[in-house]
C-alpha cells in the first residue's frame, strides 16, 4: 500500500509559477513510477507527467513540455512539480498518482494507477 498527500496548490495569475509536491509513504519499489494528473471542471482527467522511480525518466503531455518539470527524490520519497509560465487552462484540481509496475507503454495512462492522492486545486486568473 502507498498513501500520497500533495500540497502546494494556489491561485497564480498568467504567467505565474507554483511547486507541488508529493509525499509518499508505503512501498515504493524501483519497478515504480509516479505522476501527476489533473482534471477541470466538467473535462476528464488527463496526464500531465511521470517519472520512473529507479531511472528518473520523465514523461509530459504535450502542452505542458518546456514549462512544467517533475522530480522526484528517492531518498525522501517525494515527486515534485514545478509549474512555470501557467495559462487559465492549467487550472485543475492535480492529483499525485503511484504505480507499483508500470509498462512504459502505459505510463499516461490513468487506469494503470493504484494509488492516488487527495487533489490540490491550482487556479490560474487571467
Known amino acids: 500500500q502507498v498513501q500520497l498527500v500533495e500540497s502546494g496548490g494556489g491561485s497564480v495569475q498568467a504567467g505565474g509559477s507554483l511547486r507541488l509536491s508529493c509525499a509518499a509513504s508505503?512501498?515504493?519499489?524501483?519497478?515504480?513510477?509516479m505522476a501527476w494528473f489533473r482534471q477541470a471542471p466538467g473535462k476528464e482527467r488527463e496526464f500531465v507527467a511521470a517519472?520512473?522511480?529507479?531511472?528518473?525518466?520523465?514523461y509530459y503531455e504535450n502542452s505542458v513540455k518546456g514549462r512544467f518539470t517533475i522530480s522526484r527524490d528517492n531518498a525522501k520519497n517525494t515527486v515534485d512539480l514545478q509549474m512555470s509560465s501557467l495559462k487559465p487552462e492549467d487550472t485543475a484540481v492535480y492529483y499525485c498518482?503511484?504505480?507499483?509496475?508500470?509498462?512504459?507503454?502505459?505510463?499516461?495512462?490513468?487506469?494503470?494507477?493504484?494509488?492516488w492522492g487527495q487533489g490540490t486545486q491550482v487556479t490560474v486568473s487571467s
Open positions: 498518482a503511484a504505480a507499483d509496475l508500470i509498462f512504459i507503454a502505459s505510463i499516461r495512462a490513468s487506469d494503470k494507477y493504484a494509488y
Open positions: 508505503g512501498r515504493i519499489t524501483r519497478n515504480s513510477a
Open positions: 517519472v520512473t522511480w529507479f531511472h528518473g525518466t520523465t
